[in-house]
């Protein structure tokens, strides 16, 4: 179990950049992590996650705009987001599985979440 705190959301133009970040606190046991979002009106879907050993994985629509990475070292993951749309909108969560395989069960631990809007 890991403590989550992301941070980094906000309002942004169309074709506009976001970074956020996620704070883990205890130890992640080197598990998958990811970002997930929820749109209002919508199912919360994954956005992105990463492995320990750094293999990633994207949605479609976040392919060549956004790029998760983390420090390790820092206990940290990130969400670099660039070319946003407004389609892009939502609250976003960073999760953690207790888990290294990113399985099909979603993550255990997850934090308050980041609002990220974005206006045409």
């Known amino acids: 179990q890991v403590q989550l705190v992301e941070s980094g959301g906000g309002s942004v133009q169309s074709g506009g950049s976001l970074r956020l970040s996620c704070l883990a606190s205890?130890?992640?046991?080197?598990?998958?992590m990811g970002w997930f979002r929820q749109a209002p009106g919508k199912e919360r879907e994954g956005v992105a996650r990463?492995?320990?050993?750094?293999?990633?994985r994207y949605i479609d629509s976040a392919k060549g705009r956004f790029t998760i990475s983390q420090d390790n070292a820092k206990n940290t993951m990130y969400l670099q987001m660039n070319s946003l749309k407004p389609e892009d909108t939502g609250m976003y969560y960073c999760?953690?599985?207790?888990?290294?395989?990113?399985?099909?069960?979603?993550?255990?631990?997850w934090g308050q979440g980041t609002q990220v809007t974005v206006s045409s």
């Open positions: 999760g953690a599985w207790r888990t290294i395989y990113c399985g099909v069960e979603g993550p255990q631990d």
């Open positions: 990463i492995q320990y050993n750094g293999n990633t």
């Open positions: 205890g130890d992640t046991y080197r598990n998958c």
